[in-house]
């Protein structure tokens, strides 16, 4: 047996950027860019029987004449566009809006682009006349938000097709149909496919508090989010047995997450021993849970998905 696996993957990104300050207190940044990306992935198997030796290590050496040579290989390309665009007046006042415009070979004709945008704000309070009196130990509070949408299209190609296997007469592991008396290759039929494939969509929605005091040492970050899944890409409803297939993959379900994080550090530097020494230490803590909010599923079967569920719940004594 020997067998050959090659992935070829290419990735081109190219930007240009923009950046200015004008009127001493107004600072603007533009940036826009290109993404392409491309896998090709290549698989060869032969087999061979009928081995001079058992310990050979190369098909030459098997002189039997049933053999077997198998191929496969997929493509998959991603493309899009993208930009982002930052403004700040006096450093107090923060405004960030994104967007990428993006295009998948996963999907079919009709749903292969997505426009994904987001935004977010934020307010540097340290940086107010009325915060003056903490100008000796606040060196950064800042308060922001956020909302932005990103697309998933991380499943196998060829999803939305109908593929069909054919067995090979003269492979080792042959055929089950007999006619008159010899082996022959046949093709199955198709599974059941989706009517339709698209981009998972995932849009936060986002809070969150940034403190650094005395002189950066200790530093504080907390964040809440709630996190909206649509189009999520899982396996369909069950389906009667007597249809003879199983049920496809496609954008059945939608989910939604809450979840928080907090994050506490301190770090400092000194002289040990005549030479400088510095240090940290940094402890996170965070939570969420996730309830799918749509799914398919009029018996309530407990066995998939279902309106209300939450992710990772047990059943049971």
Do not use: C
């Amino acid at each position: 047996k020997e067998s050959l696996q090659l992935t070829t993957y290419i990735a081109t990104n190219a930007y240009a950027e923009f950046e200015d300050t004008f009127a001493e207190k107004h600072y603007f940044k533009a940036l826009a860019g290109y993404n392409y990306e491309q896998q090709d992935y290549k698989s060869t198997y032969s087999e061979r029987n009928g081995l001079l030796m058992p310990d050979a290590d190369n098909i030459n050496f098997a002189l039997g004449d049933v053999m077997s040579i198998t191929a496969g290989g997929s493509r998959w390309r991603y493309v899009g566009a993208f930009f982002r665009f930052n403004y700040a007046y006096d450093d107090r006042y923060l405004l960030e809006v994104n967007g990428r415009y993006d295009g998948s070979s996963k999907f079919p004709q009709n749903s292969k682009w997505g426009f994904f945008p987001s935004a977010s704000v934020g307010w540097r309070l340290s940086e107010e006349k009325f915060m003056g009196w903490s100008e000796g130990w606040l060196d950064n509070f800042k308060i922001r938000a956020s909302i932005g949408s990103l697309g998933n299209a991380n499943i196998d190609p060829y999803q939305y097709l109908e593929t069909m296997t054919a067995t090979n007469s003269a492979s080792i592991a042959k055929s089950s149909v007999i006619i008159n008396g010899q082996n022959v290759p046949y093709t199955s039929v198709p599974s059941l496919i989706p009517d339709d494939i698209t981009w998972e969509k995932v849009t936060t929605y986002n809070i969150g508090l940034d403190l650094d005091l005395f002189h950066n040492r200790l530093s504080f970050t907390g964040d809440y989010y709630r996190r909206n899944t649509t189009d999520l890409y899982t396996v369909g409803p069950n389906l009667p047995q007597v249809l003879g297939s199983a049920a496809p993959y496609g954008n059945y379900a939608s989910l939604k997450t809450k979840g928080w994080e907090l994050s506490l550090s301190w770090r400092d530097s000194f002289n040990l021993g005549g030479k400088p020494f510095s240090y940290s230490i940094k402890g996170m803590l965070w939570d969420s849970r996730s309830w799918i909010t749509d799914y398919y599923n009029e018996t309530g079967d407990l066995t998939t998905y279902y309106k209300g569920m939450e992710i990772g719940e047990i059943w049971g004594f």
